[in-house]
DNA sequence: CCCGGATTCCCACTCAATGGTAATCCTGCT
DNA sequence: AGCAGGATTACCATTGAGTGGGAATCCGGG
């Protein structure tokens, strides 16, 4: 054996030493955490007492490892999502006081859905959005948003795998999603009533960036029986353009209200 | 040379290297990264590339490196200031919604309060903490409740150590800064008038963990001329109740009212 | 006292990581 | 077009940081 058997970087088993927790494991001891991450035993002591020695990790009042406050700062502090956060969370709290239910904000990731920021109460088996949570991009209604203004290309990437159906209303026919984007790029939102839990509706729209692009996804999910749950598609609407500005967007002047590519 | 002159460790590197990244500078060319880090370019580049590779870096469209959304996201999904965090929010945002000005909740780390939320206008030349930012102890409402609530070891370490004087109100002398914190242990909060910025007064009480420590402080930020800012307490206080409870403290059932250290 | 798992200690092996130097690619300026 | 200065990529000889199996020790519960 030399460095690393697996051929490995320390950087890829840090990671994956980090992806060990997660919102249901926050915290556990080293033996677990090799086990997890199925790195050998003395490999992960090593390492995890590096990463306590500059404050990555923590231990716990129980000697369980977990992930150090440092960690959070340091990728908080630097990262593009806290901007779109900060800029996002007034109007979402005028958005969440109005609707009540809960009101998410997501970007797109790789190949899903990553929510970056969450209000409303976190019990509800109506809303399964969790900060720093992700979602498929084509059962959620912030997918559909985010998807609808892409390059065609990452649409046919997203459109040519297999898609999951999770309830009897998902869409999972590429054509019938196709339809379905093309609706939401004219109408200006998206709507799903029931796309992921059978019980609730998402109703979402695009935040625009400082080059016109969409860059965020505003959503509300609502219980699925309420009445007319398009008619919050104002609401969401003006809070997006708030949100919008406050990033460096400007209103087009004149001219066709289709955003570029 | 061999395995870095300095006898760094890769860990070490990518601590220095994603602390190049601040809410100031969000984005670099590798070279300017270099420079920074203090690392020397072939090394730095070498590090960034994977980095990218593992999505804990990203290029902007300038080609210029940020930090990855994946950074965020794997240190927020399993951090246990993501718990306190979604328990604070709700109860930030009625006091926020009361008192108008900023709402912020702090946590102590090594030997800075650290902000791990806010509510408010970002703008405001009055209030200068930021989510992620951190400010001293002893020049802080919030840092003097958790100081004031903390194992006398660590108080006997911050107050030895030289305190900066940022306004004719500061509080620099050791002594008097121990009276206060009596002060604010017995009554529950601390109120300090332009400690650091002199148009400004914070307001701060604790937030009690299930084991009964307190393990943040929430605050409010208020203009300093605004009459009898002492009145927001009850409300604070309310709101840190609810906090406390959301994280699985109970109320104590009878006798003292002191928490333990 | 015993048992099983968690943690720490030990150590010989070796390749991943290192960082100079030099070539190449840009980009703006003349 | 040609030039200047910086950013980026390519090359490569060198070596100690990182590795991980194994054994000893610690610890908590029954």
Chains 1, 2 share one sequence.
Do not use: C
């Not at 796309?195 to 699925?224: C, F, K, Q």
């Amino acid at each position: 054996m030399a460095n690393s058997a697996s051929g490995e970087s320390i950087i890829r088993r840090f990671i994956r030493i980090i992806s060990a927790f997660d919102d249901k494991h926050t915290s556990m001891s080293v033996a677990e955490l090799s086990r997890r991450t199925g790195l050998p035993v003395t490999t992960t002591y090593r390492l995890v007492d590096e990463l306590l020695l500059e404050r990555l990790l923590e231990r716990d009042s129980n000697g369980n490892i977990e992930l150090g406050t440092r960690m959070w700062e340091l990728a908080s502090r630097g990262s593009k999502t806290q901007g779109l956060r900060e800029a996002a969370l007034p109007f979402m709290e005028d958005v969440q006081s109005v609707v009540q239910h809960s009101t998410t904000l997501g970007v797109l990731d790789s190949d899903e859905v990553l929510y970056i920021e969450r209000l409303g109460s976190t019990s509800t088996i109506m809303d399964i959005t969790k900060v720093a949570g992700r979602l498929p991009v084509h059962a959620t209604s912030s997918g559909m948003v985010l998807l609808a203004n892409s390059p065609s290309a990452y649409q046919d990437m997203i459109l040519s795998r297999p898609l999951t159906k999770y309830t009897e209303t998902t869409l999972t026919d590429p054509a019938a999603l196709r339809r379905h984007l093309a609706e939401v790029r004219q109408r200006g939102f998206a709507a799903m009533p029931g796309v992921i839990v059978p019980e609730s509706s998402g109703i979402a729209v695009p935040v625009y960036g400082p080059d016109n692009t969409v860059v965020a996804a505003l959503s509300v999910v609502v219980p699925r029986d309420e009445e007319n749950a398009a008619a919050r598609v104002p609401l969401l609407m003006a809070a997006a353009r708030g949100i919008s500005r406050a990033l460096g967007w400007r209103a087009k002047l004149k001219g066709t209200l289709r955003q570029s590519h």
